[in-house]
């Protein structure tokens, strides 16, 4: 009992706040608070306005020059309501926004640089324009410097967009986020929880490590999964399909055979001396050595000269022509067979009469009547 008293007192111990201003507040256990909504700038929360002027800049390129010109005046009339000056310099090529007397809400100018900045990005000024409300974030998304080759680049981007946009339009429905992929920038547009995830699309997309099509499927079990009350807070890890990468081409490791292990070094190789020694080329004056190289270089001078001449003359060798068969000598075979197949049956009928010859008995014959015995012998007068 003491040792759970002891515990008790402990733990008011830790709950206890120091300092006058870590005491609990009535609105902390405040059910119907929502802690993570975004409430609406009232002005009369700065009725004085902001001491100081800031500025935030950036450059477009041309091409985007006669649609700015066009959209100019919606996003200054957009941004006035807010107490937000804009400049647009068509000289310098350049988007200028800055704070004024009016402007109350000091994070406003940071929303308007973001203004300017999907403005250059080829943005559509009616959607660049949504990014001024409290509930939309934006994040413009560098691709260009995360691989080296033009053609694998523009392939990898390709494959973000899908045919007919059908990536890009599932990925925009699925995080809720409005994205463009222009040139070596991917500008992206909604809450903070789909920027991120687009975020992670796209680079995987370009680094080559995921296809957006295996995020688009993890997207879309994740959504059934938020619907099921029972697995709201657990892992969904089980859940989720694991992707891997099946074309990795692995460099294959060369196994080096192991010469069999000798204490002594190999010996040592003879060197240019050595050689001419041993051929007697050493003993030889200058004039004879130039000697000796020219005609050897002679010789394989005529050997590669008989060699192209035996391979340009191949070229004019006529084909053998296919051997005909003769009709002749067809019909002279068809002929041999027929008499071969004559003769072998006259050996069989002779083959026959000799074995009922043999199977006669002498009694039997002896014995007969003599009626029979002139009536064979006709038949045998009628053979002859």
Not at 135 to 152: P, S, T
Request: aromatic share 6%; with cysteine; glycine share 2%.
């Amino acid at each position: 009992m003491e040792v759970e008293n002891a515990e008790k007192v402990n733990l008011e111990q830790k709950k206890k706040h120091k300092g006058k201003h870590d005491k609990p507040k009535p609105w902390d256990e405040d059910p119907n608070i929502d802690r993570w909504k975004i409430e609406k700038f009232d002005p009369s929360w700065n009725p004085d306005g902001l001491l100081e002027v800031s500025s935030f800049s950036t450059i477009f390129p041309r091409y985007r020059e006669k649609y700015l010109q066009e959209a100019w005046p919606k996003v200054k009339s957009a941004l006035k309501e807010y107490g937000i000056a804009a400049e647009l310099n068509l000289v310098e090529g350049s988007m200028t926004v800055s704070t004024t007397r009016k402007t109350r809400d000091p994070y406003i100018i940071i929303k308007a640089r973001d203004l300017i900045k999907l403005l250059s990005r080829s943005v559509p000024a009616p959607q660049a324009i949504k990014i001024l409300d409290d509930e939309m974030q934006c994040d413009i998304i560098k691709i260009g410097n995360l691989v080296r080759n033009k053609e694998r680049f523009v392939k990898r981007r390709q494959r973000l967009v899908g045919p007919n946009s059908s990536t890009l339009k599932a990925l925009e429905i699925l995080t809720s986020c409005y994205i463009l992929v222009q040139g070596n920038t991917v500008a992206a547009m909604g809450s903070f929880k789909g920027l991120k995830q687009v975020r992670r699309i796209v680079e995987d997309c370009v680094e080559n490590k995921m296809h957006p099509v295996y995020h688009i499927k993890i997207l879309m079990m994740k959504k059934e999964l938020e619907k099921d009350r029972a697995l709201k807070d657990e892992n969904w890890d089980r859940f989720l399909p694991t992707f891997k990468k099946k074309n990795v081409q692995t460099k294959k490791v060369k196994s080096k055979e192991k010469k069999p292990y000798t204490p002594f070094p190999p010996p040592q190789q003879p060197s240019k001396i050595d050689q001419e020694l041993e051929s007697g080329e050493y003993f030889l004056s200058e004039k004879k050595k130039l000697a000796k190289k020219w005609e050897e270089k002679q010789e394989k001078q005529a050997q590669k000269a008989a060699e192209n001449k035996r391979k340009r003359e191949e070229a004019f060798v006529p084909p053998k022509e296919p051997v005909k068969q003769d009709s002749n000598k067809s019909e002279n075979k068809e002929e041999d067979v027929a008499a071969l197949a004559m003769s072998l049956k006259q050996k069989a009928k002779e083959f026959g009469k000799q074995k009922s010859l043999q199977t006669i008995n002498a009694e039997e014959y002896i014995s007969a009547p003599a009626a029979e015995q002139p009536s064979k012998k006709k038949k045998k007068s009628k053979h002859t």
